[in-house]
């Protein structure tokens, strides 16, 4: 079941050419030129992202601010955790192409047996990526602390 949101932020953005073209918000401030990459068929231009590029860079800062958050909540400071997202594409044994996921989050501040349940929590409660990966994406966790 889908929960309902109550929509504080949105931002939109315009692909042209696909996977081989352009992608820029209609604030512009989010310009990327797109290749698929060789290793997938493609031609692997220089200097051009991937859609996956895109999806590791959201879920790890969206992923570091929900563990903030959890963090105070429990009295603790994790502002500054390091998160590193990423994100892996192919064929599925379903058809059709699919995403893997790694999380590694880093933080030496807090001890590895503190650190690991706020991680869990800031994922089951709060990022919003995790909510909407969430029976679909395989997403894999490792956690470095003190």
Request: proline share 5%.
């Amino acid at each position: 079941m889908i929960s309902p949101v109550k929509t504080l932020v949105t931002t939109a953005a315009t692909a042209v050419g696909g996977r081989n073209g352009h992608s820029e918000t209609t604030d512009k401030l989010v310009s990327v030129d797109l290749s698929v990459p060789k290793a997938m068929g493609g031609p692997g231009k220089p200097n051009t992202v991937t859609p996956e590029h895109l999806f590791a860079a959201g879920y790890a800062a969206c992923f570091g601010g929900s563990l903030d958050f959890i963090a105070k909540r429990h009295k603790k400071d994790a502002s500054k955790a390091k998160v590193t997202c990423t994100v892996g594409i192919g064929p599925r044994e379903a058809g059709g192409l699919g995403l893997v996921v790694d999380l590694r989050i880093e933080d030496m501040s807090l001890p590895k047996a503190e650190l690991e349940p706020l991680v869990r929590e800031a994922h089951e409660t709060v990022c919003a990526y995790s909510h909407a990966t969430r029976g679909n994406v395989a997403v894999n966790f490792t956690v470095v602390g003190a």
